[in-house]
């Protein structure tokens, strides 16, 4: 018992705790850069505007299809070679914000083609614009059907954070390695405390979640 | 960027098939562990449903790497020895298989009720319809979820790098940290992983739309 004691000691928990501040800050970020920048991209993948939507569409799907840690690794490994250089958590944050958008835009897609085409047709019957029967009808729609998979790809986007240890950012797993680094005793209760802090935050947005659900059906 | 490939095509090859074999492995034992927990959702024991939510929830809100790097770190430490694939493939494993159940689950709860109401009728025991009549409909239906797990899969298997399991992600990094040509030798490790993973996320999106 005195092991865990030790282990959970004030310094480590607040140095922990620090590093999960850090995640969520990332995080935080993160989401609201991709929602931004996803929902754009993927309204310019529905609308179809010749051959930008096209090329917008191509680059999506090759981001979407490679592993996070790749573009994690080549932001702040590969871009320093041609000039351009960060610190780990704009690295962090860049790499997130670009594969999270690609992942947004296709979910934001799906959700606008998943309404019902009577809808627009409806609009435009009436005497609506294409971008007003979008807006005011289509939109707000898809935003219902698009609230599942958005929340979790943000939980995926949080777990996901724990790869920009590698990039020495000082997030919780990157602090969790340092404390058992100094004495091995603390590795089963620093694993015990990564899982349970991970599990808190992503399992409480996931209930948050289902609620709006719930809401909103 | 050809020089990267002609170079270091043999580890580049070692990492590419290391990856490949490590998502297949992963892919399998997902399916009959996911599965597996699936049916425990929809079976009427209140226990076996209990276990199953909790298997899901708890496998999928806490980073692959971290259930990763367990196997590596702290079951070497104190358990048995697993090398840095074994570890890595397990972790993939844990992960995968709940996102599996979760949409094998769905895929269950899609079959019409009176399909299994039918099949009790016509005298078949609970696993009986199960097995005969519910499971082939049902995969039916998550055959499209199922390529994106897999495609999912293929990418997340770049955390065995961390773990010394010597996938493409690894090879890529080491070839990287030796010729200090960061920049063309992680391009090259991703146009590897697209030749895995696009025509695969172009096939599924085609049959989502064939199936739908």
């Known amino acids: 018992m005195s092991n865990l004691a030790e282990a959970y000691s004030w310094i480590n928990l607040r140095y922990l705790l620090e590093g999960l501040w850090v995640t969520i800050e990332v995080s935080v970020v993160s989401i609201i850069l991709s929602f931004i920048f996803g929902s754009i991209l993927g309204i310019i993948r529905y609308v179809r505007f010749p051959f930008v939507s096209a090329i917008v569409g191509f680059v999506i799907d090759l981001i979407r299809n490679l592993p996070l840690l790749l573009l994690l690794f080549f932001t702040y490994f590969g871009l320093p070679k041609i000039g351009i250089r960060m610190e780990p958590l704009s690295a962090a944050i860049a790499a997130m914000t670009v594969f999270e958008s690609a992942m947004i835009a296709e979910i934001v897609r799906s959700g606008i083609q998943a309404v019902d085409t009577g809808q627009m047709e409806g609009a435009r019957s009436v005497g609506m614009t294409y971008w007003q029967g979008l807006r005011v009808i289509v939109l707000p729609q898809a935003m219902k059907k698009m609230i599942p998979p958005l929340v979790s790809q943000f939980i995926s986007l949080i777990k996901d954070t724990s790869l920009a240890t590698i990039i020495v950012l000082p997030e919780l797993l990157y602090r969790a390695q340092i404390i058992y680094g100094q004495n091995t005793r603390y590795m089963i209760p620093m694993f015990i405390a990564l899982a349970v802090m991970y599990f808190v935050v992503c399992y409480a947005l996931s209930l948050v979640a289902s609620g709006l659900e719930k809401r909103t059906s | ?212």
């Open chain 2, 1 to 212: 960027m050809i020089n990267v490939f002609t170079q270091h095509w043999q580890e580049l090859l070692l990492g590419f098939g290391n990856t490949l074999l490590c998502s297949v492995i992963a892919l399998f034992f997902s399916l009959i562990i996911g599965s597996t927990f699936a049916i425990f959702e929809v079976l009427p024991y209140k226990v076996l449903h209990i276990i199953g939510r909790v298997y899901i929830e708890v496998f999928r809100n806490i980073p692959l790497l971290v259930i990763g790097m367990f196997f590596y770190v702290v079951v070497p430490q104190f358990f048995v020895t697993l090398d840095g694939f074994t570890a890595g493939t397990i972790g993939l494993t844990l992960y995968t298989s709940s996102f599996i159940a979760e949409t094998v689950r769905a895929g269950i709860q899609a079959v019409d009720d009176g399909q299994m109401e039918g099949a009790r009728a016509n005298g078949l025991t609970f696993m009986q319809a199960m097995w005969h009549i519910i499971l082939p409909q049902a995969f039916r239906y998550v055959i499209p979820p199922l390529g994106n797990q897999f495609i999912n899969l293929v990418k997340n298997s770049s955390v065995l790098a961390f773990v010394a399991g010597f996938d493409l992600m690894y090879q890529g990094d080491a070839i990287a940290s030796t010729t200090f040509d960061t920049f063309n030798t992680y391009i090259v490790v991703g146009i590897l992983y697209l030749i895995i993973t696009l025509p695969l996320s172009y096939y599924m999106r085609y049959l989502e739309k064939k199936l739908a």
